[in-house]
């Protein structure tokens, strides 16, 4: 089995990558995967570790794991530059 390349745990401020949805106002930080990029292809209920900020955060991050699906939801984008670049070879196309 391939070692997960997102399974270590990284800052608020170095996240793997950032996801954002202007129109909801909502920032996603990865901190983590849980699993390999191949078996969450598999895995309906796939998460990531997330650092959040919305309106409703009041400017705070809010920390905690997030369903893959809900993550990506309607009009959230990657933001490349803000992403590692090995997140952006893995995941970049697929997500936008």
């Known amino acids: 089995m391939a070692k997960n390349p997102f ?3 990284r800052k ?6 950032v996801y954002r949805d202007d129109r909801m106002g909502f920032e996603y930080r990865v901190l983590k995967t849980n699993q390999t990029p191949e078996r969450e292809k598999t895995n309906p209920y796939a998460s990531w570790e997330l650092a959040t900020k919305s309106p409703h955060t009041f400017g705070s ?3 905690g794991a997030g369903y893959i699906k809900d993550t990506l939801h309607g009009g959230t984008y990657l933001d490349e530059a803000a992403s590692d670049p090995l997140w952006n070879h893995v995941y970049g196309g697929a997500n936008k």
């Open 61 to 63: 991050w809010e920390y």
């Open 7 to 9: 399974g270590k745990t």
């Open 12 to 17: 608020v401020d170095n996240p793997y990558a």
